[in-house]
């Protein structure tokens, strides 16, 4: 069992930036990829970024491409999101995710929500006009 635990969400104004943490606890396992997506109100989980178990290869969504970067601390155990420029169009809860399965550093971590099977609670961004 895994558990992840998103922290550092919040109300912030449009222009203005947040860093979100994810902290894993439980039978963690260095090697795993770390996700995270977002849901809005009335929408699906969406994508948002992924980063290789290593923290060598990140993948993002084409809509938070060049605003928001993704981060690990395997020695914490802990994945970040910082996210600049936010827009009011990025207000969700963003959840922190990861897969059982192994990826290689290589490859592009998976973007899928199937592919990954560990869950966070969710925090809450709010970004106002």
């Known amino acids: 069992q895994v558990q992840l635990v998103e922290s550092g969400g919040g109300l912030v104004q449009a222009g203005g930036s947040l860093r979100l943490s994810c902290a894993a606890s439980?039978?963690?396992?260095?090697?795993?990829?770390r996700g995270w997506f977002r849901q809005a109100p009335g929408q699906k989980r969406e994508f948002v970024a992924a980063i290789s178990w290593s923290g060598g290869r990140m993948y993002y969504a084409g809509s938070v491409q060049g605003r928001f970067t993704i981060s690990r601390d395997n020695a914490k155990n802990t994945v970040y999101l910082q996210m600049n420029s936010l827009k009011p169009e990025d207000t969700a809860v963003y959840y922190c995710a990861a897969p059982a399965n192994y990826y290689s550093d290589y490859v592009d971590p998976p973007h899928l929500e199937d592919e990954y099977d560990y869950w966070g609670q969710g925090t809450q961004v709010t970004v106002s006009s």
């Open positions: 439980g039978r963690t396992f260095s090697r795993y990829v």
